[in-house]
């Protein structure tokens, strides 16, 4: 069983064209994240939420909206893409644990390319 | 395709004690390799990089981490751990043309 799975794991499409990514966790966890890897080949948190509730919205274009219809999904919509949003967005999940703090799963990351 | 392991899922040590988490990866051409953190209730964070140079890297907060090409590996190490340290470590790796992989993590749990 996958953990946490996102769909598609590729996607090309031209710039101007609105786009989701879909991301889904099976482990009941709390919180989920969405994570753009940078051209520095770094991963930068991008958004963060708690029970459907947004906790972290960092500097993002509005044109990145998170959607999580419940605590089992995050999507990310893109409107109005454009050639620099082209990357690799990753998925993650995690809860706080008692004993070890935390622990938390990635998706494999969706390969986007805008044209 | 390439694939990343990270050998212990759970660790337990006291503070002060040194700390090492093993990473191994398959992939036999040009890789980057990260190590990254996640604090209770908190986003990734990155420890360090490697990709050319001095294969010993050192990153933030004490972490050390060599990469051993022979032995596929670079694996994270600290001489001395603090509570504060208790947190879980992802190796992750991303080879030429390819996505970034991860480990399982590893959960470090350090007792006071």
């Known amino acids: 069983d996958t953990a946490v799975s996102q769909t598609p794991k590729y996607l090309v499409t031209q710039m101007g064209n609105d786009k989701s990514i879909k991301c889904e966790q099976n482990?009941?966890?709390?919180?989920m994240y969405w994570y753009k890897q940078d051209s520095k080949k770094f991963l930068k948190i991008m958004f963060s939420?708690?029970?459907?509730?947004?906790?972290i919205n960092e500097t993002v274009p509005n044109r990145f909206s998170p959607k999580s219809p419940d605590k089992a999904h995050l999507n990310l919509h893109i409107n109005s893409l454009e050639l620099g949003d082209s990357a690799v967005y990753f998925c993650?999940?995690?809860?706080?644990?008692?004993?070890?703090?935390?622990?938390?799963?990635f998706g494999q990351g969706t390969r986007l390319t805008v044209v | 395709a390439q694939s990343v392991s990270q050998h212990n899922h759970h660790v337990i040590l006291s503070e002060a004690a040194s700390l090492e988490l093993g990473c191994n990866y398959s992939?036999?051409?040009?890789?980057?390799l990260f190590w990254y953190v996640q604090y209770p209730g908190q986003h990734l964070q990155l420890l360090l990089k490697?990709?050319?140079?001095?294969?010993l890297v050192k990153g933030i907060k004490g972490f050390e981490a060599e990469f051993i090409k022979s032995k596929f590996s670079f694996n994270l190490r600290k001489p001395s751990v603090q509570w504060s340290d208790t947190a879980e470590y992802f190796c992750?790796?991303?080879?030429?043309?390819?996505?970034?992989?991860f480990g399982g993590g590893t959960r470090v749990l350090v007792k006071p």
């Open positions: 992939y036999g051409g040009t890789v980057n």
């Open positions: 939420y708690n029970n459907k509730e947004l906790i």
């Open positions: 993650a999940s995690s809860r706080v644990t008692d004993r070890f703090g935390t622990e938390a799963f």
């Open positions: 482990l009941g966890h709390d919180t």
């Open positions: 992750a790796v991303e080879a030429a043309g390819n996505k970034l992989t």
């Open positions: 490697y990709f050319s140079g001095d294969p």
